[in-house]
């Protein structure tokens, strides 16, 4: 069974930085496509950054330059390095895998991801 387990959120001023982290188990991480995506209440999930199972990244056009996805196939871990972080960041994120191959490509689309976590609350507030 896959589980997924994200920490690092938390309360932050303006321009600060948060360092997410989620732990996988019950699967390989170098045969999964995982990725971070976010949601406000009343707003659809989005996606943040992905990453294909060689550590490849994709980013969302709000996040580029800001944040950074690492993936460690090794420890079967999934960071996500935020920087520069807006009030606008404020979000429950939630870490997301999926089994892929070594010709696909990351994705930031929710329905490609059949596994979840329980989500981490990043605020950004001053």
């Known amino acids: 069974q896959v589980q997924l387990v994200e920490s690092g959120g938390g309360s932050v001023q303006p321009g600060g930085s948060l360092r997410l982290s989620c732990e996988a188990s019950?699967?390989?991480?170098?045969?999964?496509?995982m990725g971070w995506f976010r949601q406000v209440p009343g707003q659809e999930r989005e996606g943040v950054a992905g990453?294909?199972?060689?550590?490849?990244?994709s980013y969302a056009d709000s996040v580029k330059g800001r944040f950074t996805i690492s993936k460690d196939n090794a420890k079967n871990t999934l960071d996500l390095q935020m920087n520069s972080l807006k009030p606008e960041d404020t979000a429950m994120y939630y870490c997301?895998?999926?089994?892929?191959?070594?010709?696909?490509?990351?994705?930031?689309?929710?329905?490609?991801?059949?596994?979840w976590g329980q989500g981490t609350q990043v605020t950004v507030s001053s």
């Open positions: 990453s294909d199972i060689f550590g490849n990244p």
């Open positions: 997301a895998a999926r089994v892929c191959g070594w010709s696909s490509s990351a994705s930031l689309f929710r329905r490609d991801f059949p596994h």
């Open positions: 019950g699967l390989t991480s170098s045969t999964y496509c």
